[in-house]
């Protein structure tokens, strides 16, 4: 199987927070939980795009992330999984949903990020993307990403077929769509029926006038452990039972639905087909144990930084506040990324040509376990809180990110720098060339790669072997 499947919609951090209570709180009668892990992971339409992947075709998830810690995290969580991420921009803070666990039961869920704002324009490449997709699926959280109004003329336009997983609080989905995939509560919400009948009929009845208000092909409404109701234009409901019964977390089983649903119709299946296999799928998703077996555990959480490292402008806090300030007065964001093992005057005259490119500099910086994967177990010479520190320190440099990946596509991600710089002997001249390897990156949000050439004679590697063969000389002495 070839071809692009894009899910479209609004992201969220999840983080599960996991501990024992064995006390009530001394000045209040609730219950204390002391913590003993976290796991963080995509939701919302990050959730639905990771279940996408693993069934034959890329998946891209065109979004909103915020310049915050929060949105550089999910970047790096999707990305990590295979994810093309396509980021639209977000002003203010990413939505996190915390839920507090105990024992496989939630205690309380905390939601932050506040109220959301209107995304930022999606770029061409992102309109090409839709144009060009096996499979489209809008996995609406309500935060406005399925309102913005070029994806939606854009989805108006697209061939491929178009799965849309509404919210109540989101708009109507685009009409011609192939199939909408609401639960029964959503549905009643979104055409303001009321239970008056027997379930089935009740659903029947919100599924069809949803159909005929949207002007889609179909409604598939979910009815949990039972399964769900199909109705087409003009034919009696398919009622699909699920295969099995099973009690579970259900979280994220409504995006596992949507987006098999979405693989089957890319793959050429008729709708009816698509919505047995999405309800098998979904079914099959709760009685494995939910998301918590279905999604892998992520890698640890980025190296954290210290208030001494964000006064002094390092990690994705500072970094995402100054894009977002120079953003906001219209400058241009430049970034440029590397090991910096031994800081030598190569790298000075590198970053210094790449800070007059624009009105900040961001240097993407690999981490320890990122420099020993690149070259060798017996590097990195310098921590990587020593290398931050120093780059930091230089007048050129106005933020450093430490990324973990062997490559800085997930960071580069969540920036969305105006300008890429790369330094070094790149070809520039000739076709058959090498090109920059994050150039299909930068494009995704319009950027621009540029090269900048090293000086010459400066080389971390050709310092390090000079000390090493000096180290080895035998010293003359008195005979």
Known sequence: MTGRLVVIGDTLLDRDVEGVVNRLCPDSPVPVLDESNHLDRP????????????????????????????????SSLLTAAGVQVYALPLPGATPEKIRLRTRGRVLLRLDRGGAAGPPGEPSDAILDLLAGAAG?????????????????AALAAATAPVVWDPHPRGPAAVPGIRLTCPNEVEVRELTGGTPGASRLITASRSANGLRERWRVGAVAVTLGGDGALLCHAGSTPLVVP?????????????????????????????????????????????????????????????????????????????????????????????????????????????????????????????????????????????????????????????????????????????????VWVKGGDYGTGGADGPGLPEAEIVHRWGGHTVVVPYLDGRSTTAMIDAARTAARQPTGGAR
Do not use: M
């Open 242 to 418: 699920s295969p099995t019964s099973a009690d579970g977390d259900t979280c994220g089983a409504g995006d596992r639905f949507a987006a098999t649903a979405t693989v089957a119709l890319a793959r050429g299946a008729l709708v009816s087909e698509a919505v047995q296999q999405a309800v098998a799928e979904a079914s099959a998703y709760v009685a494995d144990g939910g998301v918590a077996v279905a999604v892998p555990a992520p890698a640890p959480e980025p190296v954290s930084v210290s208030v001494a490292d964000r006064e002094q402008r390092i990690g994705p806090g500072p970094a995402g506040a100054l894009v977002a300030q120079v953003r906001a007065a219209g400058g241009t964001v430049v970034a440029t990324g590397g090991c910096f093992d031994l800081l030598h005057a190569g790298h000075v005259a590198t970053l210094e040509a790449a800070r007059r490119l624009g009105d900040c500099l961001v240097v993407c910086l690999n981490s320890d376990d990122s420099v020993a994967r690149l070259k060798g177990p017996d590097r990195p010479l310098v921590p990587q809180y020593d290398r931050s520190r120093l780059l930091a320190a230089l007048g050129c440099v106005d933020a450093v990110v430490i990324f973990d990946e062997s490559t800085p596509h997930a960071a580069l991600s969540w920036l969305r720098p105006d």
């Open 43 to 74: 939701g919302g339409a990050g959730l639905a795009a990771l279940f996408a992947v693993g069934h034959g075709f890329e998946v891209a998830l065109v979004t909103a992330l915020a310049d915050d810690a929060g949105g550089a995290r999910l």
């Open 136 to 152: 489209i699926l809008v996995s609406d959280y309500g935060r406005g990403v399925a309102a913005q109004p070029t994806l939606r």
